[in-house]
């Protein structure tokens, strides 16, 4: 495949940059900030000055390049995997556009290990929900800039489908009184260099059941961005996620 990394001068888009190369093809990168003699491979400041074909675009960037690459991709029919979170209605409304003319993969994370921890999540919701107390605790480097993360609410959005009544809490600031039943907190923990912890606890009378997931490498966010850009080969316009491509 032929690869547009857009972020490419990022931390998670040099990795993407160097997991691509190892059996596809970086074409070209876009990055404004980056220091493009540091790349192989010609890196832009906008989408507007590239010349090279491509397949994909991968996103590990900022929110706000979406309305940088989705019009040029949109254009040039190029589907595009988008890794980036933390939009806003307004951003999620300009996504969704795009995709009525060209095919995005849009996922809270690129680990297939997370998306098999959201599974389990529904099931253990489905199973003791009512009787249990439920809460999301994410852990991320003091660097990353959106809380709570986006695989928090991914994971928080999987349980609320099971048990639609849940209303979100994050953190407990100015909370008083008891534990209503219905919630479902969100807590969010930034430090040192970790890659990403995720925890559910399932809290009941006399028991309770937490699963887990921690990232150990940001290779794993890259590999899984390069099986959804892989995936999104032939397909119609539309949302895509994690979801879509493991039942595939």
Known sequence: MKIIVYGIGGAMGKIVNEVVSREDEV?????KFADKNNF???????????????????????????YDYLPYAVEHKIPCVIATTGYDEKELA??????????????????????????????????????????????????KVDAPSGTALLLAEGIKEVLPDKQYVFGRNGHTGKRKPEELGIHALRGGTVV?????????????????????????????????????????????????????
């Open 196 to 248: 990403g912890k995720h925890e559910i606890s399932f809290f009941m009378n006399s028991e309770v059941i937490t699963v887990k997931h921690e990232a150990e490498s940001r290779a794993v966010f890259a590999e899984g961005s390069l099986s959804a850009a892989r995936f999104l080969v032939g397909k119609n316009p539309g949302i895509y996620n994690m979801n879509d491509m493991l039942n595939q």
């Open 40 to 66: 192989s491979v010609p890196v832009y400041s906008s989408c507007k000055e590239i010349t090279e074909k491509a397949d994909c675009i991968i996103d590990f960037s900022v929110r706000e390049a979406i």
């Open 27 to 31: 074409v070209c990168g876009v990055d």
């Open 94 to 143: 300009f996504i969704d556009e795009a995709s009525r003319t060209i095919p995005v993969f849009k996922s809270g994370n690129m680990s297939v290990g997370i998306n098999v921890l959201l599974r389990i999540a529904k099931l253990a919701a489905s199973v003791i929900g009512n009787q249990a107390d439920i809460e999301i605790v994410e852990t991320h480097h003091h660097r």
